[in-house]
């Protein structure tokens, strides 16, 4: 069973920065892998995606502000956030994308909130 750990979610003031990180019990060498977030009442909606290449892609709502990054090495996937405003409060999720038979996989969530 495939399982994707994500980490370093919590509290922050409006302007701050957090980074979250994503943790893979398999390789992620060949796959693409991205950030969602989903806010109370609204549907979940992508954040982040890094090709296995490394090429990225972000929503308009978090271009500039958000960094996506990828370590094969140590599977791991990791979102720098900065600037954070209240709208960036959800819960946000890692997927692994399907690719050559293997299916999507997505983590169980980290909470951000971002208040004063």
């Known amino acids: 069973q495939v399982q994707l750990v994500e980490s370093g979610g919590g509290l922050v003031q409006p302007g701050g920065s957090l980074r979250l990180s994503c943790a893979a019990s398999?390789?992620?060498?060949?796959?693409?892998m991205g950030w969602y977030r989903q806010a109370p009442g609204k549907q979940r909606e992508v954040v982040a995606v890094?090709?296995?290449?490394?090429?990225?892609h972000y929503s308009n709502s978090v271009k500039d502000r958000f960094t996506i990054s990828r370590d094969n090495a140590k599977s791991t996937v990791d979102l720098q956030m900065n600037s954070l405003n209240p709208e960036d409060t959800a819960v946000y999720y890692c997927?692994?994308?399907?690719?050559?038979?293997?299916?999507?996989?997505w983590g169980q969530g980290t909470q951000v909130t971002v208040s004063s």
């Open positions: 398999l390789s992620i060498r060949l796959f693409a």
């Open positions: 997927k692994k994308f399907a690719y050559n038979g293997s299916p999507d996989y």
């Open positions: 890094i090709s296995s290449d490394g090429s990225t």
